[in-house]
Structures are given as C-alpha cells and as structure tokens.
Nanobody, 115 residues
Framework: QVQLVESGGGLVQPGGSLRLSCVAS????????MRWYRQAPGKQRELVAN???????DYRDSVKGRFTIYTDNAKNTVYLQMNALKPEDTADYYC?????????WGQGTRVTVSS
C-alpha cells in the first residue's frame, strides 16, 4: 500500500503560479510512473502530466509550456509547477503513482484560478 498526500493548491489570479507537491509513503524510485490528473466541476478526470521512471515526461496539450512535472526522489515527492495559470485550469488536482503492485491515488488538492 502507498499513501500519497498532495498539497500546494489554493486561489491564484490568472497569470499566477502555484507548485503542487505529492509526498509518497515509500520510495518512488521504483515507480513505473508518477502522474498528475485534474477534475473540473462537472467534467471527467483528465491526465495533466506524466513522468516515467527514466525521467521522460509528457503533458496534455493545453498545459505544455506552462506546467512542469518533476521529482525529488530523496524526498519521495513529485511536483507540478504551474505557471501562467488560466481560469480553465481550475480543478481538483490528484497525484497518482503507478507501481507494479498497483495504482495509488492521493486525496486531491483544489486549485482555483480567478480574479
């Protein structure tokens, strides 16, 4: 079992920045991938960013150039740096860890982009 705890959400004005953190209860070095998803009110959950064990990353088109996913393996943490935020980025953001033993989810952190 792996516990994931997200933090860093909040209210930010359009154009602002936030950094989300997701701390795992075990080492993430052996994870197949670490992911950030988001779910806006009334919409389906969508994949935002993905970082694989080898360090390769990919992003959904709408966040490319604005969001960066990266890890600090010494802290068992995956981050999502979000810049140039837009109102359409408003959502609950969830961390997900993919291990050979299964997929694990955090409880989510809310991001609201509004003036």
């Amino acid at each position: 079992q792996v516990q994931l705890v997200e933090s860093g959400g909040g209210l930010v004005q359009p154009g602002g920045s936030l950094r989300l953190s997701c701390v795992a209860s075990r080492s993430i070095v052996s994870a197949d991938a670490m992911r950030w998803y988001r779910q806006a009110p009334g919409k389906q959950r969508e994949l935002v960013a993905n970082i694989f064990g080898g360090g390769r990353t990919d992003y959904r088109d709408s966040v490319k150039g604005r969001f960066t996913i990266y890890t600090d393996n010494a802290k068992n943490t995956v981050y999502l740096q979000m810049n140039a935020l837009k109102p359409e980025d408003t959502a609950d953001y969830y961390c997900m860890a993919m291990f050979s033993t299964g997929n694990y989810w955090g409880q989510g952190t809310r991001v609201t982009v509004s003036s």
